[in-house]
C-alpha cells in the first residue's frame, strides 16, 4: 500500500520480485491488451476460500522466496525495498487504506476528509486506538512520523517534493523552522493537514504518510539513528494484528497475536516468515514444510503450478516493464530534461520501427509460462477506471518495421545485414540491459535479436549486461554510451504519471519533452482533474500521447502468484481490504493441524 515504494526497478530484479502496495482489484477480473483476459490470468484466483472450519489459533509458516538476507528495517518510514515491506504488512496497520480504484477511504486506522476548497486534508483517528505496547495511539504520533520523514537528519528515501508540498515542510526540512506549520494538530484524534496547492494525487495518497510513528518509544532516539536502533531492528511497537517477537537476523521473523489491535484479536496465535532460497522453494512446499509461500518467481511458475496440496492465487502487479529512448539529458541547472533533437533516437522512425520489432506476446508466454502479458499503455490496468483498454499495443511485425526504416531513410548499403544511418554512416544503437535475474540475459538477447532481425545493429552498452547499481548510474547520468534501455517502473498507488514523464522530473530517464506533454500533464494534476470526466479525458490522452510519440515501448505486465496450503483458509492475495479485515493476515486461519 506504499505510494511509490520504489521509483523504479531494474527489469532484471523484476523477473523475481513482487512490488508490495495496496489497493487492486482480483487480477482475474482485470484486462490487458485491449480489454483480452488471458488463459493464465483467468485462472487465479485472489483469495483462497475453504468452508471447513477454523481452528482457534495455531501457527502458520510462511515461505518468502529471497536469494539473500534481508536488511530487518521494520518500519515504512525507514524501509527501502519490497521484502522488508513484507514482513512488516503483518505488523502493521495503515491509517488510510485504499479501494477498488486506489483511493484512500475510511477502513483503516483513520477517517481522511479532503477539503479541496481550502487546500486541506482533515485527519480523524477511530477511537480507542493502541500500539502494540497497550499506550494509546493519538495525533502526536501521526505527526511524528511526518517531523521525523521531514527532519534534515532523515536518513531514507520517503522524503519527495509531493511531502514538500505541505505547508511549511520545505522550512522545517531545511532545519529553518522547529515545526511543520502546516500540520496543525485540532486535538488528540484530529490533525489538519495543509497543502500549498493540492491536486487530485492527494485522493490517492501523494503528499499524505500512510503510517504514524510511536513517538512515546523513538522521540529520543536521534532521527539519524533510528534506522539502525533496536526499537526498529529487534522490537518494534507497531500497530497491525500480530507484533513482531523475534527476529533472527536476516533469515526470519516470528510474529504473536496483538492483543490490541483495533479490530480484535487475530485468528491465529503465531506466524513465522523464514527466507527460502528461490531455488529450494518449491522441494520446501512439496515436503510440506511451508503453508504459504509468498510471491513466487514468474520466471519458473512450470515448477510450481501443480503441487499437491496447494493452491495458487494470483495479481497483476502494479508495474510495467519497458523500453526506453534516450532523447537528451537533465540539465541540473535548469532542473529539467533538455531534448537533443541531434539524438540517435530522436527519429520516431527508428522508434517505431523498434516498437514493431518486438513480439512482446511470444515473449510473455515462452519464458513466462504466460504470466506476463503485452503491455499497451504505461497505465496499468490494475487502474481500471484510467487505463485505455481500446489502446492498440504494438503488434510484432517485422516487415512493416523494415518498410518504416526504408521509407526513413535507413538503408543497407554495403550489404552487411544492416542499414546504415540517413547519411550512410554505420548505425550502432547501444542498449543497456540489467544483469541479475535467472532470466535477465535471455529476455535482453530477445530484444537485440529481434533489432537484428529487421536488420539494425545493436551492441550491448559496455559489451555486457550491467549490474543494477551501474545501469542505473549510466541511465540517470544520461552517459553517451546509452541509446536505449530495458527497465521496469513501479506505480505504487497513485496513477499520475509526472514523476516518469514530467519534464522536470529526475526519473523521466528518457529525458522526453514536449508541449504537448506539459499541457497533458498539467491537466492530470489540475483542480479540474477532481471531476472525475475531467480526469478520465485526460489520461486517456496521456495514454494516446506515448503511443504516438514513442518515448518508451510498453513491454509487460506481471501476474503474481502465492502458493497456499489447503489447510489455509482466508488468505487474501488481493491489494485491497474490507472494513470487517482491514489487514491481509487478520482473516487468516488454519483449518487442521498440520500442513497437508
Known amino acids: 500500500m506504499k505510494k511509490k515504494a520504489l521509483g523504479f526497478v531494474a527489469l532484471a530484479a523484476v523477473l523475481s520480485l513482487g512490488f508490495t502496495a495496496c489497493g487492486n482489484k482480483d487480477g482475474a477480473d482485470k484486462s490487458t491488451d485491449g480489454g483480452e483476459k488471458t488463459e493464465e490470468a483467468a485462472k487465479f484466483p485472489s483469495m483462497i476460500e475453504n468452508e471447513a472450519d477454523s481452528l482457534e489459533g495455531g501457527t502458520l509458516k510462511v515461505a518468502m522466496p529471497y536469494d539473500t538476507q534481508f536488511q530487518g528495517v521494520f518500519s515504512y518510514a525507514l524501509q527501502e525495498d519490497a521484502y522488508d515491506d513484507m514482513l512488516l504488512q503483518p505488523a502493521e496497520q495503515f491509517l488510510f487504506n485504499t479501494g477498488e480504484d486506489f483511493r484512500y477511504n475510511d477502513t483503516g486506522l483513520a477517517v481522511p476528509e479532503f477539503d479541496t476548497d481550502n487546500n486541506k486534508v482533515i485527519v480523524t483517528l477511530k477511537d480507542d486506538l493502541k500500539w502494540s505496547d497497550g499506550e494509546p495511539l493519538t495525533t502526536d504520533d501521526v505527526i511524528f512520523a511526518y517531523e521525523v520523514v521531514g527532519h534534515k537528519d532523515y536518513t531514507g528515501v520517503r522524503y519527495d517534493d509531493r511531502l514538500g508540498n505541505i505547508e511549511g515542510m520545505e522550512a522545517y526540512h531545511a532545519g529553518e523552522a522547529e515545526t511543520i506549520s502546516g500540520i496543525k494538530k485540532i486535538d488528540d484524534k484530529v490533525v489538519e493537514i495543509t497543502f500549498n496547492e493540492i491536486n487530485p494525487s492527494v485522493e490517492y495518497g501523494s503528499g499524505l504518510l500512510q503510517y504514524a510513528m510511536p513517538k512515546h518509544y523513538l522521540k529520543d532516539i536521534p532521527v539519524d539513528k533510528l534506522v539502525e536502533s533496536d526499537e526498529i531492528r529487534k522490537n518494534p511497537v507497531t500497530t497491525g494484528p500480530f507484533t513482531i517477537a523475534n527476529v533472527k537476523t536476516g533469515e526470519s521473523v516470528e510474529y504473536v497475536a496483538n492483543e490490541h489491535y483495533f ?96 513480439d512482446t506476446e511470444q515473449l510473455g508466454e515462452k519464458i513466462y509460462d504466460g504470466l506476463r502479458v503485452p503491455a499497451n499503455s504505461v497505465i496499468v490496468p490494475a487502474f481500471a477506471d484510467l487505463h485505455d483498454s481500446e489502446l492498440e499495443a504494438f503488434k510484432a ?151 504516438k510519440d514513442i518515448p518508451v515501448i510498453p513491454i509487460n505486465y506481471n501476474y503474481r502468484i502465492s502458493v497456499v496450503n489447503d489447510r489455509v483458509k482466508g488468505y487474501n492475495y488481493s491489494y485491497y481490504v474490507s472494513e470487517e479485515i482491514p489487514n491481509n493476515w487478520f482473516g487468516v486461519s488454519v483449518t487442521e493441524e498440520k500442513t497437508k
Do not use: C, H
Request: net charge negative; glycine share 6%; no cysteine.
Open 397 to 547: 511485425d517485422p516487415e512493416k518495421s523494415k518498410k518504416i526504416l526504408e521509407k526513413a531513410g535507413y538503408k543497407d548499403t554495403n550489404d552487411d545485414g544492416f542499414v546504415e544511418d540517413k547519411e550512410g554512416k554505420e548505425l550502432v544503437i547501444n542498449l543497456a540491459a540489467m544483469s541479475g535475474g535467472a532470466s535477465s540475459e535471455t529476455v535482453a538477447d530477445y530484444f537485440k535479436q529481434s533489432m537484428e532481425n529487421i536488420g539494425l545493429k545493436v551492441e550491448y552498452t559496455t559489451g555486457r549486461l550491467i549490474e543494477l547499481n551501474s545501469f542505473y548510474d549510466k541511465v540517470l547520468g544520461d552517459t553517451d554510451d546509452v541509446d536505449m534501455y530495458a527497465a521496469a517502473w513501479g506505480v505504487g498507488t497513485d496513477p499520475n504519471p509526472a514523476e516518469s514523464f514530467g519534464r522536470t522530473a529526475q526519473f523521466n530517464m528518457m529525458r522526453y519533452t514536449s508541449e504537448d506533454m506539459d499541457k497533458v500533464l498539467k491537466d492530470i494534476s489540475s483542480q479540474k482533474a477532481f471531476d472525475e470526466d475531467f480526469s478520465k479525458k485526460a489520461y486517456k490522452d496521456f495514454q494516446a500521447l506515448v503511443k
Open 263 to 358: 479490530k480484535g484479536k487475530p485468528k491465529l496465535d503465531k506466524m513465522v516468515i523464514t527466507v527460502v532460497p528461490n531455488s529450494t522453494v518449491v522441494d520446501e512446499l512439496k515436503a510440506k514444510r511451508f503453508d504459504v509461500a509468498l510471491d513466487m518467481p514468474s520466471d519458473s511458475f512450470e515448477s510450481y503450478k501443480e503441487i499437491e496440496g496447494y493452491q495458487n492465487v494470483g495479481r497483476e502487479e502494479l508495474y510495467y516493464s519497458y523500453i526506453g529512448f534516450k532523447f537528451g539529458k537533465f540539465d541540473k541547472e535548469k532542473g529539467e530534461a533538455v531534448a537533443d533533437p541531434n539524438a540517435k533516437m530522436a527519429d520516431k522512425a527508428l522508434r517505431e520501427a523498434i516498437a514493431y520489432s518486438i
